[in-house]
């Protein structure tokens, strides 16, 4: 258990420690390369199609780094198993451990992000204080949906390869779903149940209801989100526990 | 002889197969080996012998757990064996010692552990000069010797060996050959997968061939690698003579047992001889 404890905690210090480590820059791509994610969403719809008007920075920016977070965490650990493809050969890893390394290393990653991110708001933005309790609640859930949704996936796609292919339209999709830099109230009526029930979207308007407006969340949709990611997560479970040993033959 | 000591892993007419697609969400059942018996014991070391995609590895990974047989029992009574030399592990823009710890854990080792072993690794590897520099400036003998002394140092219960022995340079390939011995005098149990007769004869105390997926025979080294080697002579003269390759020969039907073959081919021996 201590083995594998190690196992997760030292492959994630390595995925963290190698990112940009070859790059000239080295470290600091750690916050310039969500810097330019950012302005280029803030310079798209911010300034070129002058969208939103009063607050649409702070509104964007929130969603934008919950957006990314999830996404990142979400394409490295669906395909945690074919990453360690190599390794699996070679030596025995129980596959339930594997999604939690790029999860960790994404939560590290996405944590200064929101660091950053707060800020901001509180400097520039006159972010909320009122309800800031309910902040690290969400970031929780949002890490129970990340490990949920990228377990079971990881636990799928080696029998479904070309599912690979799928998610980059799924993940997309997704985007283009969540209220990211459009407002939910813009929308027409009759079309905006389909935002209550994509997770994300919630989590994001959360967020931004906690940091902007001083607004607590809607208790039952928080809920229904843990509820559901326990439940899938213990289908991954299942899934990775079951096809343990059966993970490096599928995959030659 | 070794027979007294204990059993450390015994698989029970175990078959392993790959699924093949032979149509549209259609597979069959590819075996590697089928109903093969082998048991495994405290403190020795057994090699495995036979030709090129007899099921070597595939009975190695079965044997270190990282896959499951289809069918058969398998029973064993350590937890932790690994495949020596891990390169797989390696992350190519860390420095040498990261590497010791992305790899060290996954040979099953503890970071206190490795931090403890972290110097001997170092020296036995003979990197110290490059250790804080990225794996990916190394040279392939440099990364052969940083897996191998990982591996070393990571004691496993059981150690793999498949085709190791032909890494790094010359001196190191004398030193890794020379552990490999002091492993062997210890109650270390290794299991080896060589290609060379010479390293087999000198280092394994048991031998054991696979052909078409069933063992043929287990014997002394020396034994076993002689009626091998007549085998593969007998397949390459045929192979000739009638204009089909050693791999069809060998799995025709008539040798399916090679050990009659050789029997069958000895008597015309001793009657052209006669």
Same mark, same amino acid.
């Given at each position: 258990?201590?083995?594998?404890?190690?196992?997760?905690?030292?492959?994630?210090?390595?995925?963290?420690?190698?990112?940009?480590?070859?790059?000239?820059?080295?470290?600091?791509?750690?916050?310039?390369?969500?810097?330019?994610?950012?302005?280029?969403?803030?310079?798209?719809?911010?300034?070129?199609?002058?969208?939103?008007?009063?607050?649409?920075?702070?509104?964007?920016?929130?969603?934008?780094?919950?957006?990314?977070?999830?996404?990142?965490?979400?394409?490295?650990?669906?395909?945690?198993?074919?990453?360690?493809?190599?390794?699996?050969?070679?030596?025995?890893?129980?596959?339930?451990?594997?999604?939690?390394?790029?999860?960790?290393?994404?939560?590290?990653?996405?944590?200064?992000?929101?660091?950053?991110?707060?800020?901001?708001?509180?400097?520039?933005?006159?972010?909320?204080?009122?309800?800031?309790?309910?902040?690290?609640?969400?970031?929780?859930?949002?890490?129970?949906?990340?490990?949920?949704?990228?377990?079971?996936?990881?636990?799928?796609?080696?029998?479904?390869?070309?599912?690979?292919?799928?998610?980059?339209?799924?993940?997309?999709?997704?985007?283009?779903?969540?209220?990211?830099?459009?407002?939910?109230?813009?929308?027409?009526?009759?079309?905006?149940?389909?935002?209550?029930?994509?997770?994300?979207?919630?989590?994001?308007?959360?967020?931004?209801?906690?940091?902007?407006?001083?607004?607590?969340?809607?208790?039952?949709?928080?809920?229904?989100?843990?509820?559901?990611?326990?439940?899938?997560?213990?289908?991954?479970?299942?899934?990775?526990?079951?096809?343990?040993?059966?993970?490096?033959?599928?995959?030659? | $002889?070794?027979?007294?000591?204990?059993?450390?892993?015994?698989?029970?007419?175990?078959?392993?197969?790959?699924?093949?697609?032979?149509?549209? $969400?259609?597979?069959?059942?590819?075996? /590697?080996?089928?109903?093969?018996?082998?048991?495994?014991?405290?403190?020795?070391?057994?090699?495995?012998?036979?030709?090129?995609?007899?099921?070597?590895?595939?009975?190695?990974?079965?044997?270190?757990?990282?896959?499951?047989?289809?069918?058969?029992? /398998?029973?064993?009574?350590?937890?932790?064996?690994?495949?020596?030399?891990?390169?797989?592990?390696?992350?190519?823009?860390?420095?040498?010692?990261?590497?010791?710890?992305?790899?060290?854990?996954?040979?099953?080792?503890?970071?206190?552990?490795?931090?403890?072993?972290?110097?001997?690794?170092?020296?036995?590897?003979?990197?110290?000069?490059?250790?804080?520099?990225?794996?990916?400036?190394?040279?392939?003998?440099?990364?052969?010797?940083?897996?191998?002394?990982?591996?070393?140092?990571?004691?496993?219960?059981?150690?793999?060996?498949?085709?190791?022995?032909?890494?790094?340079?010359?001196?190191?390939?004398?030193?890794?050959?020379?552990?490999?011995?002091?492993?062997?005098?210890?109650?270390?149990?290794?299991?080896?997968?060589?290609?060379?007769?010479?390293?087999?004869?000198?280092?394994?105390?048991?031998?054991?061939?696979?052909?078409?997926?069933?063992? /043929? $025979?287990?014997?002394?080294?020396?034994?076993?690698?002689?009626?091998?080697?007549?085998?593969?002579?007998?397949?390459?003269?045929?192979?000739?003579?009638?204009?089909?390759?050693?791999?069809?020969?060998?799995?025709?039907?008539?040798?399916?047992?090679?050990?009659?073959?050789?029997?069958?081919?000895?008597?015309?021996?001793?009657?052209?001889?006669?």
């Amino acid at each position: 258990m201590n083995k594998y404890l190690d196992v997760v905690t030292t492959r994630a210090m390595g995925d963290l420690k190698s990112t940009n480590r070859e790059s000239r820059l080295g470290a600091l791509w750690w916050v310039l390369d969500p810097l330019l994610y950012l302005l280029v969403f803030y310079f798209v719809f911010g300034v070129f199609l002058n969208r939103g008007g009063d607050g649409f920075v702070a509104y964007l920016l929130i969603g934008l780094v919950f957006w990314r977070w999830f996404e990142s965490s979400l394409h490295q650990t669906s395909s945690i198993i074919f990453t360690y493809k190599m390794i699996l050969d070679q030596v025995y890893i129980p596959k339930l451990y594997l999604p939690f390394i790029p999860v960790i290393s994404n939560f590290v990653k996405s944590s200064m992000i929101v660091a950053m991110l707060l800020a901001y708001l509180f400097i520039f933005e006159g972010a909320v204080l009122s309800q800031i309790v309910w902040f690290p609640v969400l970031m929780i859930t949002q890490l129970m949906l990340i490990l949920a949704v990228g377990s079971f996936l990881a636990a799928l796609l080696p029998f479904y390869p070309d599912g690979k292919n799928l998610i980059g339209y799924g993940v997309n999709l997704m985007f283009f779903m969540s209220a990211i830099f459009y407002r939910i109230d813009d929308m027409p009526e009759d079309i905006r149940y389909i935002f209550l029930i994509n997770p994300l979207a919630y989590l994001i308007d959360a967020y931004r209801g906690v940091l902007m407006e001083g607004q607590a969340p809607a208790l039952v949709n928080l809920v229904m989100i843990i509820l559901a990611s326990v439940f899938v997560y213990v289908i991954s479970l299942f899934m990775l526990n079951k096809y343990d040993k059966h993970y490096p033959k599928i995959l030659n | $002889m070794i027979m007294k000591r204990k059993i450390v892993f015994t698989a029970n007419e175990i078959s392993v197969g790959y699924k093949v697609k032979s149509g549209f $969400m259609r597979s069959d059942m590819d075996w /590697v080996f089928q109903d093969l018996s082998i048991d495994l014991y405290q403190g020795e070391s057994l090699a495995i012998v036979g030709r090129n995609g007899a099921g070597k590895s595939t009975l190695m990974k079965v044997i270190a757990g990282i896959i499951e047989q289809d069918k058969g029992e /398998v029973e064993r009574s350590f937890s932790n064996a690994s495949l020596l030399s891990l390169q797989a592990g390696f992350v190519m823009a860390l420095s040498g010692e990261e590497n010791i710890y992305l790899s060290g854990v996954l040979l099953g080792m503890t970071r206190k552990e490795i931090k403890l072993r972290l110097n001997e690794i170092i020296d036995y590897a003979d990197i110290r000069r490059s250790i804080n520099k990225p794996v990916s400036t190394y040279s392939s003998g440099m990364k052969a010797r940083l897996g191998f002394s990982i591996a070393i140092f990571s004691k496993p219960e059981i150690v793999l060996i498949d085709e190791v022995l032909g890494v790094g340079d010359d001196e190191f390939r004398e030193k890794s050959t020379e552990a490999i011995k002091d492993m062997i005098k210890s109650d270390q149990t290794v299991v080896f997968v060589s290609h060379n007769p010479q390293i087999i004869k000198e280092l394994c105390d048991r031998a054991i061939w696979i052909e078409n997926g069933r063992v /043929v $025979m287990t014997s002394t080294p020396t034994e076993v690698l002689k009626k091998y080697q007549r085998f593969t002579m007998i397949c390459g003269v045929v192979a000739k003579n009638i204009g089909k390759t050693t791999s069809d020969v060998r799995l025709h039907k008539n040798n399916i047992d090679p050990l009659k073959t050789i029997e069958r081919f000895d008597a015309l021996d001793k009657k052209n001889a006669g």
